[in-house]
């Protein structure tokens, strides 16, 4: 064999090694990727366990360092809804609220709750406060508000909260529990509406909000 053929062949060896190395890499992505997930989720699922606990406890703070995230990515984006109080008249409260979310592009999953009973921005008593869900790509967590009905009477208990994100690298998530307070009552109140979904109530309406502030730096 020449030198020639040998260079020839030592080419196209190499051509086969690079086009198989992306898939080579996926592979074991792929492969790890779901461990990655689990700790996430795990993560996830203890911060909301605190941030529930704390509800109401103004002072409290708890910091969680952040895993070492490989395979995916780790943030979280603030939102606001229009909480539309029908009492008579329409009442518009203005809550902020927010998610965390870790996402991988090598996961494959279903989506399904981890934490609450039924989906949704509003839950019932004995239904969790903060949410996680479980997605195609990886998992997320929010507040909701909890609606409480009766007779005459209903309690809806809001957590307003912002998140404040560093723009640089992260290393720590936080929370600090700001203050609660109960606005003025809403007489003969019929119904609640939260992101166009309507929910029943009758009488007097008693709305309890708590502020939060949730750190990711």
Same mark, same amino acid.
């Given at each position: 064999?020449?030198?020639?053929?040998?260079?020839?062949?030592?080419?196209?060896?190499?051509?086969?090694?690079?086009?198989?190395l992306p898939y080579v890499v996926?592979?074991?992505?792929? /492969?790890?990727?779901?461990?990655?997930?689990?700790?996430? +989720?795990?993560y996830v699922l203890a911060f909301?366990?605190?941030?529930?606990?704390?509800?109401?406890? @103004?002072?409290? =703070?708890?910091?969680?360092?952040?895993?070492?995230?490989?395979?995916? +990515?780790?943030?979280?984006?603030?939102?606001?809804?229009?909480?539309?109080?029908?009492?008579?008249?329409?009442?518009?409260?203005?809550?902020?609220?927010? =998610?965390?979310?870790?996402? /991988?592009?090598?996961?494959?999953?279903?989506?399904?709750?981890? =934490?609450?009973?039924?989906?949704?921005?509003?839950?019932?008593?004995?239904d969790a406060l903060i949410a996680?869900?479980?997605?195609?790509?990886?998992?997320?967590?929010?507040?909701?508000?909890?609606?409480? =009905?009766? &007779?005459?009477?209903?309690?809806?208990?809001?957590?307003?909260?912002? @998140? #404040?994100?560093?723009?640089?690298?992260? /290393?720590?998530? +936080?929370?600090?529990?700001?203050?609660?307070?109960?606005?003025?009552?809403?007489?003969?109140? &019929?119904?609640?509406?939260?992101?166009?979904?309507?929910?029943? #109530? +009758?009488?007097?309406?008693?709305?309890?909000?708590?502020?939060?502030? #949730?750190?990711?730096?």
């Amino acid at each position: 064999m020449t030198s020639l053929e040998v260079l020839i062949l030592t080419a196209f060896a190499l051509v086969i090694v690079f086009a198989a190395l992306p898939y080579v890499v996926n592979t074991l992505y792929a /492969s790890m990727a779901p461990l990655e997930y689990r700790t996430a +989720s795990a993560y996830v699922l203890a911060f909301a366990d605190s941030l529930e606990a704390d509800f109401g406890m @103004v002072g409290a =703070r708890k910091y969680f360092q952040l895993p070492n995230f490989v395979y995916g +990515s780790f943030g979280a984006v603030n939102r606001t809804y229009i909480v539309e109080l029908r009492c008579g008249q329409t009442y518009r409260l203005t809550w902020t609220s927010f =998610r965390l979310w870790y996402n /991988s592009t090598y996961l494959t999953g279903a989506s399904r709750m981890l =934490r609450g009973l039924k989906g949704g921005l509003v839950a019932e008593p004995g239904d969790a406060l903060i949410a996680v869900n479980a997605m195609e790509r990886g998992v997320v967590a929010y507040p909701r508000l909890v609606l409480v =009905r009766g &007779q005459g009477e209903s309690y809806l208990y809001i957590t307003n909260a912002t @998140v #404040v994100v560093s723009h640089s690298g992260f /290393s720590y998530l +936080s929370y600090d529990i700001q203050g609660i307070s109960t606005q003025a009552s809403y007489g003969a109140c &019929q119904s609640v509406v939260v992101d166009g979904v309507v929910y029943p #109530v +009758s009488g007097t309406l008693y709305v309890v909000v708590n502020r939060a502030m #949730v750190v990711l730096r």
